[in-house]
């Protein structure tokens, strides 16, 4: 059993639930997006970007690594808390599948600055 079904399989079954709807999205989008673990997290890599999840005790953490694509999500779910740049939706919060996947659209495609 790879470390990404590992880590899914001891959560919780709404945080199970959930983060299978964002794994089933990205992969649905970005059929050649990487899954791994990073950080102790299930990450999506894509184009030099990424995106990772997090199991906390009541709650599932959404990283996104960019302040701005938290904004669609907290402007129309006031009541989802949120982090720097990451979202920190309570067992009890909607799931708003749609607003989480336009922003895992863009962290994805982001064009990343020539060095």
């Given amino acids: ?14 945080r199970k639930t959930r983060i ?3 794994r089933n999205f990205v992969h649905s989008v970005f059929p050649d997006a990487s899954e791994s673990m990073k950080y102790k997290m299930p ?14 005790k009541n709650y599932l953490s959404i990283y996104f690594c ?4 938290i904004k669609n999500v907290t402007d129309k779910y006031p009541q989802i808390k949120s982090g720097k740049a990451c ?6 919060d909607p ?3 749609n607003e989480i996947g336009k922003s895992i659209i863009i962290a994805l495609n982001e064009e990343k600055p020539d060095k």
């Fill in 66 to 69: 960019n302040a701005k694509l």
């Fill in 95 to 97: 799931f708003p599948i």
């Fill in 87 to 92: 979202l920190n939706i309570k067992d009890s």
């Fill in 43 to 56: 990450t999506f890599e894509y184009n030099g970007n990424r995106v990772s999840m997090a199991s906390q």
């Fill in 1 to 14: 059993m790879n470390s990404v079904y590992l880590y899914i399989s001891n959560l919780p079954e709404i």
């Fill in 20 to 22: 299978n709807d964002i």
